[in-house]
């Protein structure tokens, strides 16, 4: 049985528990009235202030809420999550209302109603139930789940799996979403998969914007001229995708030299792993592993027309600042913005 959590969720905690009184009752011959105490608070400021936390709490709350929330804004895209290497994946892009993998379900996750998963490793899916579990315990649309083909049916038997231990509706629509296919997020979004290389079955996926040009041969018309064709029926506007936004997944960087992968080469923002930075370990041992080395990417930099790449899924063995000194190394070769996604990795200093 479900439990619906929309009238409880998120309910702002009292500073004290108002149905008991502040001060404990004195025997009679000790009482003192409960005006000389208000005056004696009033003279102090402190019932002021008290009513200054109580109105103000909320706002406290969000504001806490936005400072503990680590947003990267790249090319007008707020984009957040973490991604550590064989431990959890989860890029969370509200513009979209989507995330790219769940990774363990953090919590900002649940409110996205669109979901890309790359790959069936556990790092990047293991928090699916958990996912879609949450958006239905807060009277959440089902979500959407797009998966690579080969994958689908053991995932409606995961969930399944969960629908009988549990005992409870798990509500998604499970979309096998191949190479190649293109689907309609909203009328100005597309999502289209592209081919990447991992040890399992894998793909990577390209966001696009969708807007309508005007066709060439009709440019020199007046607007009464081409309104009179639009009622003939005459299609005088061409589609123009543009790829906004890449993400990989987990791959070697193969990727980057087919042909086919052009649109996430020159998407306005990459989202690409980089799982090894330095000499530690050497592009051979990446790529046995169906990962991408840091030298690899400088070496095809000249193929990057993106305006930002985000580099995610370090191994854990590197600091932050192991982290930023390999990428300002990349940065140098490069005319797009580096950006390196460091949470859920410590300082050297810490």
């Not at 649309?141 to 053991?154: A, E, L, R, Y």
């Not at 499970?174 to 081919?195: C, H, K, M, Q």
């Not at 086919?260 to 980089?274: F, G, H, Q, V, W």
Request: glycine fraction near 6%; include cysteine.
């Amino acid at each position: 049985m479900q439990i619906s959590l929309s009238n409880l969720a998120f309910k702002t905690p009292q500073l004290f528990p108002f149905h008991q009184p502040i001060f404990p009752p004195k025997p009679l011959n000790q009482q003192v009235s409960l005006q000389s105490h208000v005056n004696v608070l009033k003279g102090s400021g402190f019932l002021s202030e008290i009513s200054k936390a109580i109105d103000h709490e909320e706002q406290y709350r969000i504001a806490r809420s936005q400072v503990n929330r680590k947003v990267l804004d790249l090319e007008g895209y707020s984009i957040e999550g973490l991604s550590v290497g064989g431990q959890e994946t989860c890029i969370i892009i509200p513009e979209f209302k989507c995330t790219f993998d769940i990774g363990r379900c953090p919590s900002r996750a649940i409110q996205q109603n669109f979901l890309f998963i790359t790959h069936a490793h556990l790092d990047h899916i293991g928090g699916l139930p958990m996912y879609v579990a949450s958006r239905g315990l807060f009277n959440l649309k089902p979500p959407t789940v797009f998966v690579p083909p080969c994958i689908k049916g053991d995932v409606e038997k995961l969930l399944d799996i969960h629908r009988t231990m549990g005992q409870v509706e798990l509500n998604a629509e499970v979309v096998a979403l191949d190479v190649g296919e293109t689907y309609e997020i909203r009328n100005n979004l597309v999502v289209r998969p592209f081919r990447t290389q991992h040890v399992i079955p894998s793909q990577g996926y390209v966001v696009y914007s969708i807007r309508k040009k005007l066709r060439k041969q009709y440019a020199h018309l007046n607007g009464k001229q081409i309104e009179k064709l639009k009622k003939s029926g005459v299609e005088i506007t061409d589609i123009i995708l543009s790829p906004e936004v890449a993400f990989t997944g987990d791959t070697t960087s193969d990727f980057m030299l087919d042909p086919c992968n052009a649109d996430a080469l020159r998407a306005k923002i990459l989202i690409t792993e980089a799982t090894f930075l330095d000499d530690s370990f050497s592009i051979e041992h990446a790529r046995q592993h169906g990962h991408t080395h840091l030298f690899e990417i400088i070496a095809n930099a000249q193929w990057i027309r993106n305006k930002a790449v985000l580099l995610t899924h370090f191994s854990p063995r590197y600091s932050i600042e192991d982290i930023r000194q390999a990428a300002s190394k990349l940065q140098a070769r490069l005319s797009a913005k580096v950006v390196p996604l460091t949470e859920g990795f410590k300082s050297m200093y810490s």
